[in-house]
């Protein structure tokens, strides 16, 4: 028989669907299951984005479109990212993907070659590590504990940028952890980046809208505008508008790299559906009063998590401060024993957790942090209070 690429071998299904997979299976055999597990934000967009769909779908071409996306997408990128504070970009400076995760993909394709290095903070989105692996990019993970609140520091930045690595990755807020730098945090980070000056910088920004306590969304190009002829901003409709299933993600950043992820394009995707193309232009430039409303319910829930999590003896928690995640420091239990089960590690803590209480949640081990897990709260609200009390129990029964 005929081998598969070597590149396959690499290639990993996300650990993050596992868990959800086990999760569906337990709650069709009727448990009561409680999911804390999949980054979906568990809304959907306004009206006005399902009229727009509506109104195209009933004058669709059917054709072909624009591998950079339609004029109108472009516009409304463009309108959405001044918003922003990305000023002065053109249409020549955005393209399109099916979704951020894909326009990742793309630009892993468009700037790494085999053995190239990339760089990101772990914990990192799981999808980092597996996209580098098939495109054969060497990954220099920097360690960024609870300690830290899971943050980068430009002492660290800097000694991983001497290294030349060809793409420094930035996710701010943070998935997994839910952590945000501040503007003060992001100029000194930018300040750095500056100095590097041999380094792709790619900020994945899909949670901006989801920032919480006035913090604001800074990026580097604000503190440090000479940072944008290689810098490549991220973004996505599916946190932001509740459409993650319709996915539309771009980026914004310097012509030659919008370019090469359009020629990409025409060899992967050729266009977006024209359908999804007119929702996502409704979403980028409609009313945004779901979307603010949605990040006041994330930060009340915030602090519901957050304060449940902390009461636990042993339990550290970084105080998240966006997108819909916590990511507690569980490593408190190790060693310990539930019922008759052994508690190892996140793997085993996670496993016990669920086949215990029905609760689900990501082994940290996923995002390159061992000791902890992630907790996604976009759960239907009645869940919320009984899925972390089944958490606390949980570790009230450890011996
Ligand atoms: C940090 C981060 N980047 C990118 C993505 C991908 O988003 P999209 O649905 O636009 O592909 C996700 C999805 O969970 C994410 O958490």
């Known amino acids: 028989m005929p081998q598969l690429a070597v590149r396959v071998g690499r290639a990993k299904p996300s650990t993050i669907m596992v868990i959800a997979q086990k999760a569906r299976q337990l709650k069709a055999a009727g448990r009561d299951i409680i999911s804390f597990s999949v980054g979906v934000p568990n809304f959907l967009p306004g009206e006005h984005v399902y009229a727009a769909a509506r109104e195209a779908l009933a004058h669709d071409s059917g054709q072909y ?24 970009y053109q249409r020549a400076n955005v393209a399109i993907g099916i979704g951020a995760k894909q326009v990742l993909y793309n630009l892993a394709e468009a700037l790494l070659d085999e053995g190239d290095e990339i760089t990101f903070a772990a914990p990192y989105w799981t999808t980092y590590r597996d996209i580098a692996d ?60 500056v100095r590097h000056p041999e380094t792709w910088i790619v900020t994945d920004d899909i949670y901006a809208a989801m920032v919480f306590d006035g913090i604001g969304y800074h990026n580097f190009v604000h503190a440090r505008p000479e940072l944008r002829d ?29 370019k090469a992820i359009t020629t990409l394009n025409s060899s992967h995707i050729t266009s977006l559906p024209e359908v999804v193309s007119a929702a996502a232009v409704a979403a980028l430039t409609g009313p945004q009063d779901v979307t603010r409303a949605k990040c006041k319910d994330f930060a009340a829930r915030r602090d519901v998590v957050y304060g449940a999590l902390s009461a636990i003896p042993g339990v550290v928690c970084p105080r998240p401060q966006g997108a819909f995640y916590a990511f507690p420091d569980i490593s408190v239990a190790f060693g310990k024993r539930h019922g008759g089960t052994m508690i190892e590690n996140d793997v085993g803590f996670c496993a016990a957790l669920l086949e215990a209480k029905g609760v689900a949640c990501v082994p940290g081990s996923a995002f390159g942090e061992p000791r902890a897990m992630r907790i996604s709260y976009t759960c239907p609200a009645e869940q919320l209070q009984p899925g972390l009390q089944r958490i606390a129990e949980f570790f009230a029964e450890l011996a």
Request: net charge neutral.
């Open 65 to 88: 479109g624009n591998n950079r996306g339609s004029e109108a997408l472009q516009d409304a990128f463009l309108q959405h990212i001044e918003a922003l504070g990305f000023h002065g």
């Open 134 to 193: 098939i495109i054969g990019a060497r990954i220099n993970p920097l360690p960024c504990g609870p300690q830290h609140n899971y943050k980068l520091t430009p002492e660290q930045l800097d000694a991983a940028l001497v290294r030349k690595p060809k793409v420094f990755l930035f996710n701010n807020p943070s998935n997994p952890t839910g952590m945000v730098y501040t503007q003060v945090e992001i100029a000194a980070l930018a300040d750095v980046l």
């Open 230 to 258: 290689r810098l490549i901003f991220v973004d996505s409709v599916s946190k932001t508008y509740g459409m993650p299933g319709w996915r539309v993600g771009f980026l914004a950043g310097p012509e030659v790299v919008a």
